[in-house]
């Protein structure tokens, strides 16, 4: 019984021969020194001071909207936080500063919006948490648009707005850009000189830069004669043709009116006959047809 006693003491003494020299090993590379592993194992449960911060750059600590600062008392050096307001952000000084919102709206929409070169999406866009003063932005589109640069200066706690419209890339002899230019019609019938009896034929001939999606025949009261569509690939250059059967006596009106792949449209000057006797312009005219 006396030896298994000695042998727990000696075994007691080496664990504290291992630990005291643990904590020598540690206390010499702490800059806390006097320390030791027993005053770490016995430390009161209350929080210290955040000793091991022994450099603190005011403002590089922070995340989000919170504000991380750094002080010190004496030789300790602690973290302290404060929360800022909504429209705040933490500046390099630590400290919250008011801050602003820019509301961008382009046409057309869809455009990139860029500022201080910074990506932040597509009009029509709020970007929140800008710094207060002035700012690059530009909005971009494509290579049928010039990009809108300008400098905008951020009010403190407010939304600026801005709207831009871009303007389309203009045609000459260096430059490869295109304009959508509207569709021309015109209108015409044929014979010439219909007799009454007879048919006429009556034509809207039409062309577009891009390409056209329908051409229709049009009486003079707004009517429709006939509507000729188109589908891929639409065409440039197209006629509609429209034919009258036994013409009466009277005068007809008509036109023609264009629509492209743009949607935009033209339309003829109006065109008019009046059908003849004997193959003639010399009939008594009895009735308008508009």
């Known amino acids: 019984m006396k030896n298994l006693d000695k042998r727990i003491i000696t075994l007691f003494l080496i664990l504290f021969l291992v630990l005291f020299t643990i904590s020598a090993c540690s206390n010499s590379k702490n800059e806390t020194s006097g320390k030791s592993i027993f005053s770490w194992l016995f430390k009161s449960a209350s929080p210290e001071p955040d000793e091991s911060i022994t450099k603190c750059t005011p403002g590089s600590l922070k995340s989000g909207t919170q504000c991380l600062v750094c002080g010190s008392t004496g030789n300790h050096y602690f973290k302290d936080s404060r929360k800022c307001l909504g429209n705040q952000i933490c500046n390099l000084q630590g400290q919250c500063e008011w801050v602003g ?167 003829s000057s109006l065109d008019l006959f009046t059908p003849s006797k004997n193959n003639t312009n010399t009939s008594v005219q009895s009735k308008i047809f508009y």
């Open 101 to 267: 919102s820019l509301y961008a709206v382009s046409n057309p929409s869809s455009a990139n919006l860029y500022v201080d070169t910074l990506y932040k999406g597509l009009t029509p866009i709020r970007v929140d948490g800008l710094n207060i003063g002035p700012h690059e932005v530009k909005i971009s589109k494509d290579s049928r648009y010039y990009d809108s640069n300008m400098n905008v200066t951020i009010i403190a706690n407010n939304i600026t707005y801005i709207n831009v419209t871009l303007i389309k890339v203009i045609i000459n002899n260096t430059i490869n850009f295109t304009i959508d230019l509207p569709p021309t019609v015109s209108a015409s019938h044929s014979p010439l000189n219909p007799v009454i009896g007879g048919d006429v034929s009556l034509t809207a001939t039409a062309n577009d830069d891009k390409g056209l999606r329908s051409i229709q025949l049009i009486k003079g009261n707004g009517l429709i004669y006939k509507t000729c569509a188109y589908n891929q690939p639409y065409p440039k250059i197209a006629a509609c043709t429209n034919v009258l059967f036994n013409l009466t006596n009277g005068t007809y009106t008509y036109y023609g009116k264009a629509i492209d792949i743009s949607n935009q449209t033209s339309t």
